[in-house]
């Protein structure tokens, strides 16, 4: 489910959400593992591999500005 955080534009989570069939419960999950997640990587790759981290500020800016796709 953090997939969707990762792969996909804030404006295509609710078309993968509602493909899913996925109740609230699920979806936070996958938000928090994204999250959870981005943050560890941001934490190893922040002195030694640039590309990784701007991924994973991506990611966490995304979850935290809340850009869910529904929900």
Do not use: C, N, Q
Request: net charge neutral.
């Amino acid at each position: 489910m953090s997939a969707a955080w990762y792969l996909l534009p804030a404006d295509a989570r609710g078309t993968f959400r509602t493909a899913l069939g996925l109740d609230e419960a699920t979806w936070a999950r996958g938000r928090g593992w994204a999250l959870s997640i981005a943050l560890m990587e941001l934490g190893y790759y922040r002195e030694t591999h640039p590309v990784m981290a701007d991924i994973a500020r991506t990611v966490i800016r995304e979850v935290l500005l809340g850009h869910t796709g529904g929900g």
